[in-house]
T-cell receptor, first 106, second 116 residues
Framework: EDQVTQSPEALRLQEGESSSLNCSYTVSGLRGLFWYRQDPGKGPEFLFTLYSAGEEKEKERLKATLTKKESFLHITAPKPEDSATYLCAVEDQFYFGTGTSLTVIP | GAVVSQHPSWVICKSGTSVKIECRSLDFQATTMFWYRQFPKQSLMLMATSNEGSKATYEQGVEKDKFLINHASLTLSTLTVTSAHPEDSSFYIC????????????FGPGTRLTVL
């Protein structure tokens, strides 16, 4: 059965404390892996798409990487405005993970 | 650019009534629109995919007679929850895409449905 698992479920960081979020997947034929940011009560906001192992993409303090079994979202020197739930989704059919709720404390 | 709106943003209805939710792409034409449901503390679950002018494709386990989807134009899709019950209470989110795949989806702000 295809699955997408994100860890940790919740993460609290001090401002400036870098960390990584994990998205593990087991799908038979990955056609793309997506990262989104979701603020409370709002729809997801697109961040990145990764297509093949070894691919990396960056945007401001965020960097996404992809291997054959998982993806990482690295957050460098986070700020309070980075607080949100970060979702990954995989395209075989289309499955979202349950997300990591990130809180950055000033 | 790439703004998607939903209306209403929240709705409360009585059990047994039907509720219509609109999803509009405001500044682009959407070849494909997707509808998702999100329960508290859970992730988004894809309910159906709709292409303009054709019948929606529903995911396994989603009742097509209960969740009616109409994609009448390249900027408007509607989801009607028929004979709503309390277990249908959820956060419904649409997304719109200019392509046929899942890439480049622009999400709406969501509609909170509460069925009493």
């Amino acid at each position: 059965e295809d699955q997408v698992t994100q860890s940790p479920e919740a993460l609290r960081l001090q401002e400036g404390e870098s960390s990584s979020l994990n998205c593990s997947y087991t799908v038979s034929g990955l056609r793309g892996l997506f990262w989104y940011r979701q603020d409370p009560g709002k729809g997801p906001e697109f961040l990145f798409t990764l297509y093949s192992a070894g691919e990396e993409k960056e945007k401001e303090r965020l960097k996404a990487t992809l291997t054959k079994k998982e993806s990482f979202l690295h957050i460098t020197a986070p700020k309070p405005e980075d607080s949100a739930t970060y979702l990954c989704a995989v395209e075989d059919q289309f499955y979202f993970g349950t997300g990591t709720s990130l809180t950055v404390i000033p | 650019g790439a703004v998607v709106s939903q209306h209403p943003s929240w709705v409360i209805c009585k059990s047994g009534t039907s509720v219509k939710i609109e999803c509009r792409s405001l500044d682009f034409q959407a070849t494909t629109m997707f509808w998702y449901r999100q329960f508290p503390k859970q992730s988004l679950m894809l309910m159906a995919t709709s292409n303009e002018g054709s019948k929606a494709t529903y995911e396994q386990g989603v009742e097509k007679d209960k969740f009616l989807i109409n994609h009448a134009s390249l900027t408007l899709s509607t989801l009607t929850v028929t004979s709503a019950h309390p277990e249908d209470s959820s956060f419904y989110i649409c997304s719109a895409s200019t392509g046929k795949g899942y890439n480049e989806q622009f999400f709406g702000p969501g509609t909170r449905l509460t069925v009493l």
